[in-house]
């Protein structure tokens, strides 16, 4: 059993010049529990404090409750995963513990990432895996997904699934690693989502770097953020979202990591829709640079702090319906600690 405990400090945030706050928090808490029952079959449950627990999911389960599932062991390179689980989607910044990525980027935070179903891993070779995915496309009521609920003209989907299809592969002695997927989900009658995401991580002593590049093509605004700008009258359909993810990590002594980080991220409409034209919405920047002190050796635990800067311009599309976002800057100290209980 382990216990993640994760960015728990002081955390100070700037908004327009202006200091918006600060105080303390525990970003993250989180209790997982794993292991296998014989050969053949493994099981996995993990569960996040910080959540909004929903009882109305249509999973029928709390949606503080990020996985829970069995591994059926069919063969040594074939296995079969039935419970909520990851969507399969690639890149290394939503693959990867959440406790190590200290600020996600915008498209990550939007995606839902763990959802009910069924999954197949094929282990192709030692460096090469394929991975076919059905799953819930949503784990809420449309009302409750999208903002203003659904658009006029829309009819409810009667199989709102999400199928992906995931390909991970390992080169250069392991060091170079390749994560892509494509996916596609029914979100009403006739309109649908589309991703394509793929990450590419190099990763050898002391260094660590990916470059991630997130797409997604939406029949109704499944993401938000167009349909959030303040001003926006109903749900918007037709977008788009693109995330680029940089990062270079450096430890550079056994008690010291260095890291640097950087996201550009858009949101456009790629047809007219009622009072949304077609065209650029929103761009974005976001930079990190944190250091980070592993005082102890045989603990899962270290020391950091962490500048975080959100720019954002908004397109004359987006400023016509009188929207406003101001950029951020956050500072933040604190501590991570993964507590095993045995």
Known sequence: YEISLGLVGSEMCIRDRELDGMNFKLNRVR????????????????????????????????????????????????????GKQFVNFGGYEYYVNSIRVREFSEFNNLLTAYQAGISGNWQVNPDHELCFQIVNNRNGNDEDIYPTGLPEGTAKAKIPFMYT????????????????????????RKRYSYYFTCGNTYEKGPLLTYLDVM?????????????????????????????????????????????????????????????FRKGMYRRSWNAQSSVE?????????????LYTYRGVILEKAATQMGAIEPDTHRISLGLVYSIPVF
């Open 165 to 188: 299809v995931n390909w991970n592969s390992y080169y250069l002695d392991k060091t170079l690693q390749l994560r892509y997927a494509t996916a596609v989900g029914q979100q009403t």
């Open 31 to 82: 209790l997982e529990i794993k292991g296998d029952v014989g050969k053949w079959l493994g099981y996995h449950y993990r569960q996040s404090f910080n959540k909004y627990s929903d009882p109305y999911s249509l999973d029928n389960l709390s949606s503080s409750l990020e996985l829970a599932y069995v591994n059926l062991k069919a063969r040594h390179n074939l296995n079969f995963t039935i």
């Open 215 to 275: 797409y997604t093509r939406q029949g109704i605004d499944q993401h938000g953020v167009v349909s959030r700008l303040p001003g926006t009258p109903h749900t918007a359909m037709n977008t788009e979202y693109l995330s680029i993810i940089g990062d270079v990590d450096y430890r550079v002594h056994p008690q010291w990591n260095v890291y640097v980080k950087g996201a550009y991220e858009t949101a456009r409409v790629y047809k007219s829709n009622g009072d």
């Open 293 to 305: 002190f592993f005082p102890f050796k045989q603990l899962d635990l270290f020391v950091f702090v």
